[in-house]
């Protein structure tokens, strides 16, 4: 009996990781990730890609979170 | 995808612009643009100096970068809030901050809010009722009158900020969900000068936060990532994700929604009736402008902390710029 391992990617968010289907685009796998694209920065292997990338198998896509700032509570 | 300059691999998509650009032209387009807008919104001249208040985060390291690129005679600002929690916040911030003057020889001013105060700032804030327990209200209270007063003693013609849309936009619809109209009076790309208080500009209000940080990581500018402390959990950051869902919904509604708000600022839609404008005072202690008679804010905050160290004391909020309140960066 063959066992078939599923085709994956993670991608990696403050160092939580989110195991994602390969084989879509980036902006599928977010989207499969529940995080926004708008809210990061993708990188792989120290590149910057952009959505329309194809995630590919055993693909390590490192995301950086964008956000940043304080309010004044109340103002 | 492919540049639209060059047709090499993109390194960002921006829907918003409907433009992809690699590295090498995304680095050429953002100075380009932050020309442009500081000549749109007449921030500043050639031949003037400004402060660049830096925070060690990816907007106002960038800003600072950008203007030195453009050949501006911009020197670095830095305070030391005194925030740790663990993490050395505040000592890594400014040991960033230091690094990136250092390595290009720019000039930074570092002041320290516990020399001038006698505490940091989360002590500060724990000595005062300011905040409903959290230091922002009092970090931003002792960041702005700090930098005014900075610009001001060093003669610098104007103070920068690395304000980037996502910050103008959030700060836009809290004040636009609260119609809170003398702030959004007062919220632009340009402060005006005006007695005691230096002119202060946002010239990165155009770019969206992931642009800036796309810059960052580009131009090999080595920032603070890790969020301050006390903004985990803020509204400001609440805002900006309800924002981001719209914006992925529908590219551009955080560039409009700034711009329009411009526009019809500039069409006096929020113009302010004569009878509200209030007179401002003169802080008797700091010389800075305050709205009511007597000590500012700042200096009120310093004085009673100092006097009664052990207690906790109310510093009610009687001035009201109209600015945001925004971390530095």
């Known amino acids: 009996m063959v066992k078939s391992f599923p085709m994956t990617a993670k991608l990696i968010l403050r160092n939580r990781e989110y195991e994602v289907k390969s084989g879509q685009t980036l902006r599928s796998a977010l989207k499969e990730a529940g995080i926004l694209p708008e809210s990061v920065i993708a990188t792989r292997q120290g590149e910057m890609i952009t959505e329309d990338e194809m995630v590919r198998e055993g693909d390590v896509i490192k995301l950086i979170a964008v956000i940043s700032g304080g309010i004044e509570e109340g103002r | ?329």
């Open chain 2, 1 to 329: 995808m492919k540049c639209r300059k060059c047709g090499a691999k993109a390194a960002i998509h921006m829907p918003q612009h409907r433009l992809a650009l690699c590295k090498d032209h995304f680095l050429e387009w953002v100075p380009e643009q932050t020309e442009r807008f500081i000549r749109k919104y007449n921030m500043f001249r050639r031949e003037e100096r400004i402060l660049v208040a830096v925070s060690g985060g990816k907007d106002s390291l960038s800003l600072w970068d950008i203007l030195w690129r453009l050949g501006y005679q911009a020197d670095g600002l830095y305070i030391a809030l005194g925030i740790d929690e663990g993490i050395r916040y505040s000592a890594e911030s400014q040991r960033l901050a230091e690094q990136f003057a250092a390595e290009r020889g720019l000039k930074l001013h570092i002041v320290d809010v516990e020399r001038e105060t006698g505490f940091p700032i989360p002590v500060l804030a724990r000595k005062t009722l300011r905040g409903q327990g959290k230091p922002c209200a009092v970090c931003g209270l002792v960041k702005r009158h700090e930098m005014n007063r900075i610009a001001r003693d060093l003669g610098y013609d104007v103070l920068a900020t690395g304000h980037n849309l996502d910050d103008e936009v959030a700060v836009l619809f809290g004040n636009t969900l609260n119609w809170s109209v003398e702030y959004l009076l007062r919220q632009g790309p340009v402060l005006p000068e005006e007695p005691g208080l230096a002119r202060k500009v946002k010239p990165l209000c155009r770019f969206y936060e992931r642009e800036m940080t796309a810059y960052a990581l580009l131009r090999g500018i080595e920032y603070i990532y890790e969020e301050c402390p006390f903004a985990v959990g803020s509204t400001s950051i609440a805002y900006k994700e309800l924002l981001n869902r719209l914006e992925n919904e529908r590219p551009g509604a955080k560039l409009s929604f700034y711009l329009s708000f411009l526009e019809a600022r500039q069409r006096s839609l929020f113009r302010e009736p004569q009878e509200v404008r209030q007179a401002l005072h003169l802080c008797p202690s700091c010389g800075q402008p305050t709205s009511a008679p007597g000590l500012c804010s700042f200096c009120r905050l310093v004085s009673r902390v100092k006097s009664s160290p052990s207690q906790t004391i109310t510093i009610p909020d009687l001035e009201n710029k109209g600015e945001e309140n925004l971390s530095l960066s």
